[in-house]
């Protein structure tokens, strides 16, 4: 135990020293001055040392899990908390009442401003679900996925800006065009794997974000787009709360529409393509799989759902600029698939609802949040890879029971 | 005429620090075939300290050359330090993961260090003094090319001629060699692996913060996002020349550097970092392997 | 002795280059229906590459790869895709086992599927009463396979977590999932005890005999070979050094020669 201590307190150490320029100093060039922050470093040296016991002590624990996993013991049969959670019926069943009430009920007790902060992180929990095809089921890694977000809202900017296009009729253009560019842009890369293909796709993003700005004939520059109406009801004149309140409920179809939709894909053959091809792609291949159209019907799939979403986004802000898409958004995005677990539809809802309402609640930490999202990304890919909550196969009926004699 | 070779020159000048930075980047996924994202934060953060330092002394009456040397030297260290404690914390314990992990890690990492250099200094951009003197007698050529930019382009040609001695020519470098050919072979032939690959971060950082200081002192401002677009260029170019191929991380900041000054003074500046990610995106679709790379054949 | 009929692979010269390195060498190789021919030879004398060749991985430098597919019209495969060549009716098991590691038994032999079934995006959503149907029908047909190959206990374990030898035999219900006519198997026997092998020894029979697959496998163990085999190609730094039946290539000095040095257990 001592040994801990000491190791701990050498690093505590060396985190002092590491941080200390950065920390503890701060210089103003302009006026000459120097600003000492002592209690800094104390707060560093607290905290790196509190934090290497706990690192050591959660490495050891994955050095365990792991000889255990490899050593081929039961732990595959024995379900998390989490696993269970959605696959025992007694337990999931009051849970989904508990749910189902709070959610209609939500805009009823609380205000409008609490309503519209749900309404973007339900935005985000589309475009979580929407790339954990993408990346959790295909296992294509695309880092610039903010790229048909922004098409989708753009779409309904311009076609309203300078046609007087209306949402609802925006909405289906706008995840057609998300598809469209999935498809374009997924086709030059098909040939891509991991480390290359997630810089490709970071570059699309990026240059998409930049063509925007530019592009001041169409996209109005980094001016942006404002006056963007909010979804109508029938041309029904409604103030600012009532549609917030609409917007809200169409959100909660969507997401519903959503999960509907990916659950289906993810048990039936496209969805098991993407998974082999994400596990193996050259044997995937060789099993008669067409690698191309696969990969962009991963691609197009996922893009559409941004593109839709982006609509939505764009009606709730009812103003849009280049600065909504960077690739913070993109991260951020990644990162809730990440942590929600490739591949995981529940996962993937917590891990948006999470990242995007802790902020907004824990106020005083909002400075910190992409801070912690680094961290988090970190943490997760180190010490529970397969996400919140993960990955629980299917059980297929077959037409036989099995029989003990078939083994000779 | 002249027009040109002032382009010419600040391409060059452009190239030497993308080579700076792009060394780091091809050093590293050379060894372990990992994108260390966060690479580009390192030479934001050797600016940083190297401002800070230089900040300092200057408060308390240093003043001329002195505080170039200092500030370098001190930016130097902390980077490799910076460079060393990264590879502990976020790629090591993911040595033996599937290559998505490390990759998302680097991310994290990337937008950690970002946001920690934010709320630890500032969100604004920090004026950073001039510390490279003006020499005498680069007055003649003052019009095609100055002091700093002559000091950029010869301090960064020392680096890497040092750095390719190191590698040619000592254990170490022999080291590094051995480990990015086979790391199982490596390890079995006496090979210390995690201090080859500590060294190799620490090396490249070294050399990024060398980018950082005189990237600070010729363009007179920096802040926290300068990694992330100097990132990605500098990557850009290491792919150019071949990805883990030293030379060729040289040759394609060079060509990097001066296609973007040719194109930003013959055509238009605005889509500069547009011209840049194109390129990376053409380069990764049309010849992967880059100019000076061979390309991998996967074993079937 | 199985009745010798129509030839269901006809390579022809194939010769394949990687730069300047020959790995394959004019090399002429016949599969007909009802057969279990093998393709032995020392490590590195280029027969997996040869089967990439075959199957679509590489595309051969020269030389010609015709498939008769029973009752549909002959094809020069050269340079197709590996799935063309799957959907063709050529599947192939690989060298270093290539299972989808995170996907379970069932679902790993369901891949297989793909190229058979039809559902795209859309059906896949609707789940319309075709679409229910095929899936039924995958479902069932990769359980009768998983039994074939004795793994059906296994059927809800993930793919990693299964043994070697029950790892090679998914790959080989898998590829027999796309309904091929012609099985190609790379060392299947890698790494079993006597027991498996003798097991696999059965399997192959039963597929070719019940399942009427025509099988081209690359062996290193000798006994198995000898045992099935119809006809054996050998193949020795790339060109092709001997064939016949086993007796004749157990008795060939050249053949005896290639493997010298090495532990011929025939």
């Given at each position: 135990?001592?040994?801990?201590?000491?190791?701990?307190?050498?690093?505590?150490?060396?985190?002092?020293?590491?941080?200390?320029?950065?920390?503890?100093?701060?210089?103003?060039?302009?006026?000459?001055?120097?600003?000492?922050?002592?209690?800094?470093?104390?707060?560093?040296?607290?905290?790196?040392?509190?934090l290497?016991?706990?690192?050591?002590?959660?490495?050891?624990?994955?050095?365990?899990?792991?000889?255990?996993?490899?050593s081929?013991?039961?732990?595959?049969?024995?379900?998390?908390?989490?696993?269970?959670?959605?696959?025992?019926?007694?337990?999931?069943?009051?849970?989904?009442?508990?749910?189902?009430?709070?959610?209609?009920?939500?805009?009823?007790?609380?205000?409008?401003?609490?309503?519209?902060?749900?309404?973007?992180?339900?935005?985000?929990?589309?475009?979580?679900?929407?790339?954990?095809?993408?990346?959790?089921?295909?296992?294509?890694?695309?880092?610039?996925?903010?790229?048909?977000?922004?098409?989708?809202?753009?779409?309904?900017?311009?076609?309203?800006?300078?046609?007087?296009?209306?949402?609802?009729?925006?909405?289906?253009?706008?995840?057609?065009?998300?598809?469209?560019?999935?498809?374009?842009?997924?086709?030059?890369?098909?040939?891509?794997?991991?480390?290359?293909?997630?810089?490709?796709?970071?570059?699309?993003?990026?240059?998409?974000?930049?063509?925007?700005?530019?592009?001041?004939?169409?996209?109005?520059?980094?001016?942006?787009?404002?006056?963007?109406?909010?979804?109508?009801?029938?041309?029904?004149?409604?103030?600012?709360?009532?549609?917030?309140?609409?917007?809200?409920?169409?959100?909660?179809l969507?997401?519903?529409?959503?999960?509907?939709?990916?659950?289906?894909?993810?048990?039936?053959?496209?969805?098991?393509?993407?998974?082999?091809?994400?596990?193996?792609?050259?044997?995937?291949?060789?099993?008669?799989?067409?690698?191309?159209?696969?990969?962009?019907?991963?691609?197009?799939?996922?893009?559409?759902?941004?593109?839709?979403?982006?609509?939505?986004?764009?009606?709730?802000?009812?103003?849009?600029?280049?600065?909504?898409?960077?690739?913070?958004?993109?991260?951020?995005?990644?990162?809730i698939v990440?942590?929600?677990?490739?591949?995981?539809?529940?996962?993937?809802?917590?891990?948006?609802?999470v990242?995007?309402?802790?902020?907004?609640?824990?106020?005083?930490?909002?400075?910190?949040?992409?801070?912690?999202?680094?961290?988090?990304?970190?943490l997760?890919?180190?010490?529970?890879?397969?996400?919140?909550?993960?990955?629980?196969?299917?059980?297929?009926?077959?037409?036989?029971?099995?029989?003990?004699?078939?083994?000779? | 005429?002249?027009y040109?070779?002032?382009?010419?020159?600040?391409?060059?000048?452009?190239?030497?620090?993308?080579?700076?930075?792009?060394?780091?980047?091809?050093?590293?996924?050379?060894?372990i075939?990992?994108?260390?994202?966060?690479?580009?934060?390192?030479?934001?953060?050797?600016?940083?300290?190297?401002?800070?330092?230089?900040?300092?002394?200057?408060?308390y009456?240093?003043?001329?050359?002195?505080?170039?040397?200092?500030?370098?030297?001190?930016?130097?260290?902390?980077?490799?330090?910076?460079?060393?404690?990264?590879?502990?914390?976020?790629?090591?314990?993911?040595?033996?993961?599937?290559?998505?992990?490390?990759?998302?890690?680097?991310?994290?990492?990337?937008?950690?260090?970002?946001?920690?250099?934010?709320?630890?200094?500032?969100?604004?951009?920090?004026?950073?003094?001039?510390?490279?003197p003006?020499?005498?007698?680069?007055?003649?050529?003052?019009?095609?090319?100055?002091?700093?930019?002559?000091?950029?382009?010869?301090?960064?040609?020392?680096?890497?001629?040092?750095?390719?001695?190191?590698?040619?020519?000592?254990?170490?470098?022999?080291?590094?060699?051995?480990?990015?050919?086979?790391?199982?072979?490596?390890?079995?032939?006496?090979?210390?692996?995690?201090?080859?690959?500590?060294?190799?971060?620490?090396?490249?950082?070294?050399?990024?913060?060398?980018?950082?200081?005189?990237?600070?002192?010729?363009?007179?401002?920096?802040?926290?996002?300068?990694?992330?677009?100097?990132?990605?260029?500098?990557?850009?170019?290491?792919?150019?020349?071949?990805?883990?191929?030293?030379?060729?991380?040289?040759?394609?900041a060079?060509?990097?550097?001066?296609?973007?000054?040719?194109?930003?003074?013959?055509?238009?500046?605005?889509y500069?970092?547009?011209?840049?990610?194109?390129?990376?995106?053409?380069i990764?679709?049309?010849?992967?392997?880059?100019?000076?790379?061979?390309a991998?054949?996967?074993?079937? | 002795?199985?009745?010798?009929?129509?030839?269901?692979?006809?390579?022809?010269?194939?010769?394949?280059?990687?730069?300047?390195?020959?790995?394959?060498?004019?090399?002429?190789?016949?599969?007909?229906?009802?057969?279990?021919?093998?393709?032995?030879g020392?490590?590195?004398?280029?027969?997996?590459?040869?089967?990439?060749?075959?199957?679509?991985i590489?595309?051969?430098?020269?030389?010609?790869?015709?498939?008769?597919?029973?009752?549909?019209?002959?094809?020069?495969?050269?340079?197709?895709?590996?799935?063309?060549?799957?959907?063709?009716?050529?599947?192939?098991?690989?060298?270093?086992?290539?299972?989808?590691?995170?996907?379970?038994?069932?679902?790993?032999?369901?891949?297989?599927?793909?190229?058979?079934?039809?559902?795209?995006?859309?059906?896949?959503?609707?789940?319309?009463?075709?679409?229910?149907?095929?899936?039924?029908?995958?479902?069932?047909?990769?359980?009768?396979?998983?039994?074939?190959?004795?793994?059906?206990?296994?059927?809800d374990?993930?793919?990693?977590?299964?043994?070697?030898?029950?790892?090679?035999?998914?790959?080989?219900?898998?590829?027999?999932?796309?309904?091929?006519?012609?099985?190609?198997?790379?060392?299947?026997?890698?790494?079993?005890?006597?027991?498996?092998?003798r097991?696999?020894?059965?399997?192959?029979?039963?597929v070719?005999d019940?399942?009427?697959?025509?099988?081209?496998?690359?062996?290193?163990?000798?006994?198995?070979?000898?045992?099935?085999?119809?006809?054996?190609?050998?193949?020795?730094?790339?060109?092709?050094?001997?064939?016949?039946?086993?007796?004749?290539?157990?008795?060939?000095?050249?053949?005896?020669?290639?493997?010298?040095?090495?532990?011929?257990?025939?």
């Open positions: 135990m001592s040994d801990y201590m000491k190791r701990s307190f050498l690093v505590a150490l060396w985190f002092v020293f590491l941080t200390f320029p950065l920390m503890v100093v701060k210089v103003n060039t302009l006026k000459n001055t120097v600003e000492w922050r002592w209690m800094n470093m104390l707060w560093v040296a607290i905290g790196a040392f509190v290497s016991l706990l690192w050591r002590w959660a490495l050891e624990r994955r050095q365990l899990k792991n000889k255990e996993a490899e081929g013991e039961d732990e595959s049969t024995r379900l998390g908390f989490g696993q269970r959670l959605l696959v025992e019926p007694k337990l999931y069943k009051p849970v989904l009442a508990v749910l189902f009430v709070a959610t209609i009920a939500f805009p009823l007790l609380f205000d409008i401003y609490q309503t519209n902060i749900m309404v973007l992180a339900l935005v985000f929990v589309v475009l979580g679900l929407g790339l954990n095809v993408t990346v959790g089921l295909a296992g294509l890694l695309d880092l610039g996925y903010v790229a048909f977000f922004a098409v989708g809202a753009y779409t309904y900017g311009i076609l309203n800006s300078f046609w007087g296009i209306g949402f609802w009729t925006s909405l289906p253009i706008g995840g057609l065009m998300g598809a469209l560019f999935g498809i374009a842009l997924g086709f030059p890369i098909l040939r891509l794997r991991g480390d290359y293909l997630a810089i490709v796709t970071l570059g699309f993003g990026s240059i998409a974000k930049i063509v925007i700005e530019n592009w001041e004939e169409v996209t109005n520059g980094a001016k942006g787009i404002a006056g963007i109406p909010r979804p109508g009801f029938f041309g029904a004149d409604m103030s600012i709360t009532s549609a917030t309140t609409y917007t809200y409920y169409l959100m909660i969507m997401v519903i529409f959503t999960i509907f939709i990916t659950n289906r894909l993810k048990d039936s053959r496209i969805g098991r393509a993407w998974m082999a091809l994400r596990e193996d792609e050259i044997a995937c291949v060789a099993m008669g799989v067409d690698m191309a159209k696969t990969k962009l019907g991963a691609y197009a799939f996922g893009a559409f759902w941004a593109g839709l979403v982006g609509v939505i986004f764009a009606a709730r802000n009812t103003y849009i600029n280049p600065n909504s898409f960077t690739f913070m958004e993109s991260a951020l995005v990644l990162s990440v942590m929600g677990g490739m591949g995981s539809i529940v996962g993937v809802i917590i891990a948006a609802l990242l995007i309402l802790m902020p907004e609640y824990l106020r005083a930490f909002s400075e910190y949040r992409m801070l912690m999202f680094g961290a988090i990304m970190v997760m890919m180190i010490f529970r890879p397969e996400g919140l909550i993960a990955n629980v196969r299917r059980k297929y009926r077959g037409h036989k029971v099995m029989t003990e004699d078939v083994n000779a | 005429m002249q040109f070779l002032e382009l010419s020159c600040s391409g060059l000048v452009r190239g030497s620090i993308y080579a700076l930075i792009a060394l780091g980047y091809t050093m590293v996924y050379g060894i075939q990992l994108i260390n994202f966060a690479h580009g934060e390192i030479y934001m953060i050797g600016a940083f300290i190297a401002l800070i330092v230089a900040g300092v002394l200057t408060i009456g240093f003043s001329g050359v002195s505080i170039l040397i200092l500030a370098g030297l001190i930016a130097t260290i902390y980077a490799a330090a910076y460079g060393y404690t990264l590879e502990k914390i976020a790629y090591r314990p993911l040595r033996n993961a599937p290559r998505l992990s490390p990759l998302i890690s680097a991310i994290g990492m990337s937008l950690f260090l970002q946001n920690y250099v934010l709320l630890a200094q500032t969100p604004d951009f920090l004026s950073f003094p001039s510390l490279i003006d020499f005498g007698f680069m007055e003649p050529v003052a019009h095609i090319m100055g002091s700093a930019e002559l000091v950029i382009l010869v301090t960064s040609a020392v680096a890497m001629v040092a750095l390719t001695v190191l590698i040619k020519y000592t254990r170490i470098g022999k080291a590094m060699r051995a480990t990015q050919q086979d790391m199982t072979m490596a390890r079995l032939v006496g090979v210390n692996v995690d201090n080859v690959i500590s060294v190799t971060f620490v090396l490249g950082s070294v050399l990024a913060a060398i980018g950082g200081v005189l990237v600070g002192s010729y363009i007179g401002q920096i802040n926290f996002y300068i990694g992330f677009m100097a990132g990605v260029k500098a990557f850009t170019a290491a792919v150019l020349g071949g990805i883990g191929n030293i030379p060729g991380a040289v040759l394609g060079m060509v990097l550097g001066l296609a973007e000054s040719f194109a930003a003074g013959y055509i238009s500046s605005a500069e970092d547009v011209f840049a990610f194109g390129v990376l995106v053409l990764l679709i049309l010849r992967p392997s880059g100019l000076l790379g061979k991998v054949k996967q074993k079937v | 002795m199985p009745e010798i009929t129509n030839k269901l692979l006809e390579v022809k010269g194939l010769t394949m280059d990687f730069g300047g390195l020959r790995a394959v060498d004019t090399v002429s190789l016949d599969v007909c229906t009802g057969e279990i021919v093998a393709l032995i020392p490590n590195g004398a280029g027969k997996t590459t040869f089967f990439n060749c075959v199957t679509g590489y595309k051969p430098t020269r030389g010609d790869v015709l498939v008769h597919p029973p009752a549909k019209k002959s094809q020069r495969i050269n340079g197709f895709k590996s799935n063309r060549v799957t959907t063709i009716g050529m599947a192939r098991t690989f060298q270093n086992i290539r299972l989808f590691q995170n996907m379970t038994v069932l679902e790993n032999v369901m891949i297989g599927r793909h190229c058979r079934t039809t559902t795209s995006i859309l059906g896949a959503i609707l789940r319309g009463a075709k679409t229910m149907r095929q899936e039924q029908e995958t479902v069932n047909r990769s359980y009768d396979l998983l039994e074939k190959v004795d793994l059906f206990k296994y059927a374990e993930f793919a990693k977590n299964l043994p070697y030898g029950a790892q090679r035999r998914l790959e080989i219900a898998r590829a027999m999932a796309t309904d091929p006519f012609l099985l190609l198997l790379d060392e299947p026997a890698a790494g079993m005890n006597p027991q498996e092998t097991a696999l020894d059965e399997l192959i029979v039963r070719r019940t399942e009427k697959i025509a099988i081209l496998l690359i062996e290193h163990d000798m006994k198995l070979v000898m045992n099935i085999s119809d006809r054996i190609y050998v193949m020795e730094y790339g060109k092709e050094i001997a064939q016949g039946g086993p007796m004749d290539i157990r008795n060939n000095p050249k053949v005896i020669e290639a493997y010298l040095g090495e532990e011929a257990d025939a």
